[in-house]
């Protein structure tokens, strides 16, 4: 089955730093991949949809300049976060689109737990 | 305005038993998908079973069913004998779109616990 990994699964990081997160697919090319945000006992929240060789789309309320997304490879895409607060300490979740694979198209990550000090 | 919706913030089963967790759902696409995951305590996300808006008959994976109901727009799972290890949150989740270009959309999750 179509298996996509996240690096790393967990990372501390301090105030004012940036994290970069990275969701790989790896047995199958993924044109697009998702970013979800899950905050402690909530629902996974859409963040983003990572296109390879374009632009990522946002979701509304999401910003841009501080989720930065990169799908430079049909394998890869990248979010980071940059000048994390404390407030963006989350469990953040890849999925990516397997076309073709019938009903269950999309296959997640393990996920990424981030805490910012 | 919701689109998945999951009233049941927490649900208790024993052992052996067979549970049911609400889903219902609100879109004016006439395509679309409807899906389970599974949620344990390491975050994973385990597909669980699917159902397609077109589909004439309920989806059943296993111990998993689906209990479609489109003119109500519900699609309630079913896990029939319950085990220890379903103790887990589980979310319903909807793709408005056929070709999957779009993300899903999830509800707020219930949590169930079963005990022996």
């Known amino acids: 089955g179509a298996v996509v990994s996240q690096h790393p699964s967990w990372v501390i990081c301090k105030s004012g730093t940036s994290v970069k997160i990275e969701c790989r697919s790896l047995?199958?090319?993924?044109?697009?991949m998702f970013w979800y945000r899950q905050f402690p006992k909530q629902s996974l929240m859409l963040m983003a949809t990572?296109?390879?060789?374009?632009?990522?789309?946002?979701e509304q309320g999401v910003e841009k300049d501080k989720f930065l997304i990169n799908h430079a490879s049909l394998t890869l895409s990248t979010l980071t976060v940059t000048s994390a607060h404390p407030e963006d300490s989350s469990f953040y979740i890849c999925?990516?689109?397997?076309?073709?694979?019938?009903?269950?198209?999309?296959?997640f990550g393990p996920g990424t737990r981030l805490t910012v000090l | 305005a919701q689109k998945i919706t999951q009233t049941q913030p927490g649900m208790f089963v024993q052992e052996k038993e067979a549970v049911t967790l609400d889903c219902t759902y609100d879109?004016?696409?006439?395509?679309?998908?409807l899906f389970w995951y599974k949620q344990p305590s390491s975050g994973e996300m385990i597909f669980l079973i699917y159902?397609?808006?077109?589909?004439?008959q309920n989806a059943t994976e296993g111990r998993y069913s689906l209990n479609f109901q489109k003119a109500r727009k519900s699609a309630n799972l079913v896990i029939s004998a319950s085990q220890l290890g379903d103790s887990a949150m589980y979310f319903c989740?909807?793709?408005?779109?056929?070709?999957?270009?779009?993300?899903?959309?999830f509800g707020s999750g219930t949590r169930l616990q079963v005990q022996p």
């Open positions: 999925s990516a689109r397997v076309p073709l694979a019938g009903a269950n198209e999309q296959f």
């Open positions: 047995d199958f090319q993924a044109t697009t």
């Open positions: 990572s296109n390879e060789g374009s632009k990522a789309t946002y």
């Open positions: 879109t004016s696409d006439p395509s679309y998908g």
């Open positions: 159902q397609g808006s077109y589909d004439q």
């Open positions: 989740a909807m793709r408005e779109a056929p070709t999957g270009r779009r993300a899903l959309t």
